[in-house]
């Protein structure tokens, strides 16, 4: 079923064709420990960008593997682009979901300050 997110006030807006996740990625890498990110990853097919391009900022850093997008009202990243297994796709925020109930999805640590 699909669901939808956005940022904190409202201006970046979403929808993931797909179930809300089983489980979700809490990375230690620098920039998703300062911001508090807890991720699941999409195929970019399977989001729509409801409202909120013009007010999209975009952050890089280390590889540039990512381009983490982040709301430049509130700043509040409800997602990244990039790439896995060479398919597009979508890393989302699932901090950013109304209907995620974060303290039932089960979180899978992630080493990420090790890459």
Same mark, same amino acid.
């Given at each position: 079923?699909?669901?939808?997110g ?5 201006a970046?807006?979403f929808?993931v064709?797909?179930d ?5 990625y809490?990375?230690?890498?620098s920039?998703?420990?300062r911001k508090?990110?807890?991720l ?11 409202s909120?391009?013009?007010?999209l900022?975009r952050?890089?850093f280390? +590889?540039?593997r990512i381009?983490h ?6 700043g509040t990243e409800?997602?990244?682009e ?5 398919q ?5 925020n699932?901090?950013c979901v109304p209907?995620?109930d974060?303290a039932a999805?089960?979180? +899978?640590?992630?080493?990420?300050a090790a890459?």
């Amino acid at each position: 079923m699909p669901y939808q997110g956005s940022c904190h006030c409202g201006a970046v807006a979403f929808t993931v064709t797909a179930d809300l996740p089983a489980e979700v990625y809490e990375c230690n890498c620098s920039i998703c420990r300062r911001k508090g990110l807890l991720l699941t990853f999409v195929p970019a097919t399977a989001f729509t960008l409801d409202s909120g391009e013009a007010s999209l900022g975009r952050y890089r850093f280390y +590889k540039h593997r990512i381009t983490h997008r982040f709301c430049t009202t509130c700043g509040t990243e409800p997602f990244a682009e990039g790439e896995q297994n060479g398919q597009p796709m979508r890393a989302v925020n699932i901090r950013c979901v109304p209907a995620a109930d974060l303290a039932a999805i089960p979180r +899978k640590a992630v080493n990420g300050a090790a890459f």
